[in-house]
C-alpha cells in the first residue's frame, strides 16, 4: 500500500483544473478532498505498517478520529461523483460516453457504502444483500473499510483510488479531444 503523498497530492491538483468546466467551485472542493486523502492514506499506511511489521494494534484512540474523517471523507467525494454524474447525463459537457459510464460505476461504488453511512439503510441496488448500517473497522491490508454485508468490505482508499482514476481518465479524454 505504498505511496508518494507529493505525488498522489499532484494527481489530484491536475485533475480537479479540469472540473471548473462543471461546476467553478468544484476545484477548490477537489483539492480540499484530495489533501484529506492523501493525510487518510497516510494514516491507514502507518496503521497497516504497525499492526503488519510491528505487530501493534491499533487502539481505540488510535483509529476513531481517523473513522471519523474517513466517513466524512467518503460523504463529501461521494457528492463530487454525483454532481459530476449529473451533470454528463444532463449533457452540460461533451465527455465520451465511456467517461460517464465510469462516473456511474464509480458513484454506484461510493453509494453502496454512502447510503447506509448517510441513511442507515442499504443502497437500493443492494437492498437484499447488504445491511442497513455499513460497519466501520479496519482492513489490515487495506486500511479503514466499511462491511456492507457478510462478504463485502469496502476501503475508503479504494473508493479513493476509483475516483482519482475515473477523473485521470476523464482528464485524458478531455486532452485528447482538445488536440484532435
Known amino acids: ?3 508518494d503523498e507529493d505525488d498522489r497530492f499532484e494527481r489530484w491538483i491536475k485533475v480537479s483544473i479540469g472540473l471548473m468546466r462543471f461546476e467553478p467551485h468544484l476545484m477548490d472542493l477537489v483539492q480540499s ?18 499492526y503488519c511489521q510491528k505487530n501493534i494494534s491499533p487502539g481505540y484512540e488510535d483509529i476513531q478520529g481517523h473513522v471519523t474523517q474517513s466517513y ?5 467525494a461521494y457528492e463530487v461523483v454525483r454532481t459530476l454524474t449529473q451533470r454528463m447525463s444532463e449533457n452540460q459537457c461533451n465527455d465520451p460516453p465511456q467517461v460517464f459510464e465510469n462516473f456511474k460505476q464509480v458513484k454506484a461504488r461510493f453509494a453502496r457504502v454512502r447510503v447506509p453511512l448517510a441513511k442507515f439503510e442499504p443502497a437500493s441496488i443492494h437492498k437484499k444483500t447488504d445491511s442497513h448500517i455499513a460497519y466501520p ?8 473499510a466499511w462491511q456492507v454485508n457478510e462478504d463485502v468490505i469496502i476501503s475508503r482508499r479504494e473508493l479513493s483510488d476509483a475516483l482519482l482514476n475515473a477523473l485521470e481518465n476523464a482528464r485524458v479524454e478531455t486532452l485528447l479531444r482538445l488536440s484532435s
Not at 478532498?33 to 504497525?50: A, F, H, I, N, R
Not at 473497522?137 to 479503514?144: E, K, N, P, V
Open 137 to 144: 473497522g479496519f482492513a489490515f491490508d487495506l486500511g479503514i
Open 72 to 76: 466524512l471523507w467518503v460523504l463529501g
Open 1 to 3: 500500500m505504498i505511496f
Open 33 to 50: 478532498l484530495g489533501d484529506m486523502d492523501v493525510k487518510l492514506c497516510g494514516t491507514d499506511e502507518k496503521l497497516v505498517d504497525d
